[in-house]
């Protein structure tokens, strides 16, 4: 089986803008994937990087569900190793990505993270990112002990 078909069973529709697996899960399965600034009908897709495995989407979905996006933002806000971190990654962000004047995950706003799903994504498909990497440290696990993908 390809990758493609892969994630779009994994997402349970065909993916837009599909460029390729950015990262695998122990298990070998697509576990995020990059995209193209543009879908195939020319429409912008404002996230790069994107979850795709079903696990960590689930996990990183309780986060956002308690309140994460606005811990997060505000512990962005008030830790300046956060800030830097945060700034850099939206940079590099714009930088890979000129067609679009968007940050992680499509962001057009100074400060709020919008969508910690993508900020996880960049964080596995961009190593270095230290906010990132504080949101995947706070999930229980980053991978699930079988394959969460039938």
Do not use: N
Request: hydrophobic share 35%; net charge positive; with cysteine.
């Amino acid at each position: 089986m390809h990758d493609r078909e892969i994630v779009a069973r994994q997402l349970g529709r065909r993916p837009r803008a599909f460029r390729r697996v950015a990262v695998r899960c122990p298990f070998g399965r697509p576990a995020v994937t990059e995209q193209a600034p543009l879908d195939e009908d020319g429409r912008p897709f404002p996230t790069q990087y994107y979850v795709t495995c079903r696990y960590l989407v689930a996990a990183i979905s309780r986060l956002e569900a308690a309140g994460g996006v606005e811990r997060w933002t505000r512990a962005s806000a008030d830790d300046p190793e956060l800030a830097r971190s945060l700034e850099q990654a939206q940079a590099e962000q714009r930088r890979l990505r000129p067609e679009l004047d968007a940050g992680i995950g499509g962001s057009t706003r100074d400060g709020s993270l919008k969508c910690l799903h993508a900020h996880a994504a960049f964080a596995l498909a961009r190593p270095g990112y230290e906010l990132g990497d504080r949101v995947l440290a706070e999930l229980p696990s980053l991978w699930p002990e079988s394959c969460c993908t039938p």
